[in-house]
């Protein structure tokens, strides 16, 4: 093939175009950008947010390491996410998480630091968790039957914490129960006890309770030859109320994603924290509706004067919750409009008397922009609690920014 006609064939088969494309045309802005003009919701996170946020915690615990809860799929923000960001931070020693597979998943993304499964497995999957360094719980004497039985067939060392209970009553084994147990697991030589475990409630006294047992449990266990572990219990709401619950790591989950546990709480202003997402999605819908018509299968928002009214595709389905149309607000082109509808699929927005935006448009329905709606300022405007904007569905896009601008 001579030069001359190669060059003419890359002509003529439009070679050449696609090079001059590559090497001339303008590059499209973001390749983000594409999935954002999508028909469906999406989230997106702040990587630079959860790392002051991990920062702001490992103050507020004086440097305590945290053991990052990223259950429930990181509260429907993306576990794999949440846990590649936090990988970074040096606040962060490590993640607990509740199913098996989400923590193989985990490792399988990339993630460096130790996991810890704080929930139960299916034995087909003991030795894949065992492969990926997976830290399992014995919170239960099955469970520690299970492992045992596993440890007659691992060549690696299985990594374990164990589960007490101390007054939560859900999971872990008992504080007050004989720990014979133990001494058994000790003297098992691909077992090591890395991490002994609790969960402590919300009431203060009974927190103070919860502590006094599983120090008592620290004793025995200590007495017996388990040494130069770490013990833990607090999640977000004791390790603000109760100082003396730090211990040798904290275990926040919800902190972690900008928001405290109650409304209003005074630490947040000595460590304020941002939110670390943002729920987005574009309108797809935009109808003037006559004065006498309804909205919604049990006809809930009623029009009383002609008025605009946007649709959004995004529903309690989604995990938008529900309660929105008691008062939540979303934010479109920098401006607050009520949520008057929640379907399963669908949400709509009063625009009122005049068309002020259109199809296409991007509406913020959470996010750290304004106090309306922050996932607190959600929780406030609908009487609820800080938790209910944290169920968002595993299909949901994420997109990670470094920062939000
Ligand atoms: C959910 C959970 C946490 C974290 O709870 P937050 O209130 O989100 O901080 C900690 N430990 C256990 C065992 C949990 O189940």
Not at 23 to 45: H, Q, T, Y
Not at 84 to 98: H, M, P, Q, R
Not at 275 to 299: H, N, Q
Not at 379 to 390: D, P
Request: net charge positive; with cysteine.
């Amino acid at each position: 093939m001579t030069r001359r006609f190669f060059f003419n064939r890359l002509l003529s088969t439009g070679f050449f175009l696609a090079f001059y494309n590559v090497l001339f045309a303008k590059k499209p802005k973001n390749p983000i950008d594409e999935r954002l003009s999508a028909v469906n919701p999406w989230l997106e996170l702040s990587k630079n947010a959860y790392l002051t946020n991990a920062q702001s915690i490992s103050k507020m615990v004086k440097g305590i390491p945290i053991l990052a809860v990223l259950k429930n799929n990181a509260y429907g923000l993306g576990d794999v996410q949440v846990a590649k960001i936090l990988d970074e931070s040096n606040a962060v020693s490590g993640f607990a998480l509740v199913k098996d597979e989400r923590c193989i998943a985990l490792r399988k993304a990339g993630v460096l630091k130790p996991i810890l499964l704080m929930g139960d497995f299916a034995p087909n999957l003991g030795m894949d968790l065992i492969r990926s360094n997976i830290t399992l719980s014995v919170f239960s004497m099955e469970s520690l039957k299970k492992i045992k039985l596993m440890a007659l067939h691992s060549e690696k060392q299985i990594k374990v914490q164990l589960y007490f209970d101390t007054g939560l009553g859900r999971m872990g084994i008992p504080y007050y129960q004989n720990l014979k147990w133990v001494k058994d697991l000790l003297s098992i030589k691909n077992v090591s006890i890395v991490g002994v475990f609790s969960t402590l409630v919300t009431s203060y006294s009974f927190s103070l309770e919860q502590l006094r047992r599983f120090k008592s449990i620290k004793e025995k266990l200590e007495k017996i030859g388990v040494s130069a572990i770490d013990y833990h219990l607090a999640p977000s709401f004791s390790l603000l109320r109760t100082s003396t619950s730090h211990l040798d790591m904290v275990r926040p989950g919800i902190l972690l994603h900008g928001t405290y546990p109650l409304a209003k709480m005074q630490e947040s202003e000595e460590y304020p924290l941002i939110p670390t997402y943002k729920l987005k999605a574009r309108v797809i819908r935009v109808e003037r509706l006559r004065k006498g018509d309804t909205i919604g299968f049990s006809r809930f928002y009623k029009i009383e004067e002609d008025e605009w009214i946007a649709t959004l595709p995004i529903g309690w389905a989604d995990g938008y919750d529900s309660r929105a149309e008691n008062g939540a607000m979303v934010m479109i082109n920098d401006k607050l409009y009520d949520v008057v509808n929640v379907n399963a699929s669908h949400c709509n927005i009063k625009i009122g008397p005049k068309k002020e935006f259109s199809v296409g448009d991007i509406a913020t329905l959470i996010g750290p922009e304004v106090p309306e709606i922050t996932p607190e300022g959600f929780g406030l405007r609908l009487k609820g609690n800080n938790y209910m904007q944290i169920q968002y569905k595993e299909s949901i896009p994420k997109i990670v920014y470094d920062e939000f601008l």
